[in-house]
């Protein structure tokens, strides 16, 4: 399942941000902590930039293999929407890969497994996201995309670089709220994300539009930025 798989242009009424972020996610499977995110963003010319390591470790009940990979995804500073997004695994050998393109009206995606390659161009919708299943902070990115002054639910079309085609997810206000922190109670905005006919899940984000925390039960998984990860288990243990 697992292999498989700035500015905010659109997110009204948020501060503005500084051209330098970065943040680090703790990914838990069934609660249990099973890998990390780290990514780093960067404003570049009319870019922006995001560049982020990932690692994490799945079992199947009798053996627990690593995953591993780096990810690069550049999106326009003045739309948010994507340029480019490229993939590549660092463990396991393979050496797999897939590169996203975004040029004259077609997102062309060339996928590298195996040592064969295949490439695949389709015409690019207005509504184009790049939200791969374990790219967390590509929320990010959707966030920026999701009208606030509109508000309700919003159909997206996300590229899914794996099958070279877009799935329709749905991305809708659930409000605000609070989440506690270790300086406090930090004020969140919830959201609920379906992946059509594939599973669904809520995201909370800061101020900001970052994310903080995602839940998907279909797949027993839960990101939170590192800086809460240690508040909430000590929650639960309670």
């Known amino acids: 399942m697992w292999a498989g798989l700035a500015a905010l242009a659109c997110f009204s009424g948020q501060p503005v ?48 293999k690593r995953m591993a990979f780096v990810a690069k995804t550049v999106l326009s500073k003045d739309s948010a929407r994507p340029v480019s997004y490229t993939c590549r695994y660092t463990s396991g ?33 207005p509504d184009t996201v790049i939200l791969d299943f374990n790219v967390y902070h590509q929320y990010d990115h959707l966030i920026r995309r999701y009208d606030s002054r509109k508000g309700g639910r919003q159909m997206f079309a996300d590229f899914l670089p794996v099958i070279g085609s877009d799935i329709p997810i749905a991305l809708t206000s659930l409000g605000s709220g609070t989440i506690p922190h270790p300086n406090g109670m930090l004020n969140v905005k919830h959201f609920r ?33 590192s800086d809460l990860s240690a508040m909430i288990d000590h929650g639960r243990n309670r």
């Open 193 to 225: 994300i379906e992946f059509i006919n594939i599973f669904s899940g809520t995201l909370s984000v800061d101020e900001h539009g970052r994310l903080v925390r995602l839940i998907i039960p279909a797949q027993e998984l839960e990101v939170l930025r």
């Open 93 to 125: 050998g393979s050496d797999d890969s897939y590169e996203v393109q975004v040029d004259a009206g077609h997102i062309s995606r060339t996928l590298t497994r195996g040592g064969h390659t295949s490439e695949v161009s389709v015409p690019l919708r």
């Open 17 to 64: 941000q500084a051209a330098t972020y970065s943040q680090s996610y703790t990914i838990l499977i069934n609660g249990v902590p099973a890998g990390s995110e780290v990514v780093t963003e960067k404003h570049e010319g009319g870019n922006i930039i995001s560049s982020s390591e990932h690692e994490i470790f799945v079992t199947d009940g009798t053996e627990t």
